[in-house]
């Protein structure tokens, strides 16, 4: 049927994929769709900070006002920088290589086999990172350190 799309918006801290989008088109409706989703589950807090690199769907007026309604900060990464986006390449890297590179019959047999993944990756998956706990795992273990 043609080429299906992933956006993710990915928790820092976590490595949770806290909202996703799919879509038979790369626009900057998908990016803000992952927003939405990530907004609607109340898993980011105003003033959150969302990082993309420099493609158009990121810079572009549209995905700015998305991000300004629900009180996101912009940050875009550097020129020629690889780090900048390190997590969300290291992700999609992940993806590919588990879920592997099929081609599928349909887009909702690829969006099923997709949202089958991304449960995985989130609750069964572990991260060296969040100490050999899956994302929501760390999400839920999470304390607020108290004041001083």
Sequence with gaps: EGWLYLATVIDLHTREIIGH?????????????????????GLIQPD???????GVQYTS????????????????????SCYDNAV????????KTEIGTSIWRTRAQARQDVFTWLRYYN??????????????????????APAA
């Design 48 to 54: 959150a900070v969302f990082h993309s690199d420099r």
């Design 123 to 144: 609750h069964h998956r572990l991260h060296s990172t969040n100490g050999h706990n899956t994302p929501a795992e760390t999400r839920t273990n999470y304390r607020q």
């Design 88 to 95: 969300a390449e290291a992700f999609f890297a992940t993806l």
């Design 21 to 41: 989008a799919m879509a038979d088109h790369m626009r900057t409706d998908l990016v803000c769709d992952a927003i939405d989703l990530a907004t609607a589950r």
């Design 61 to 80: 007026g549209q995905f700015r006002a998305a991000l300004a309604e629900h009180r996101i900060r912009p940050s875009v990464g550097r020129v020629g």
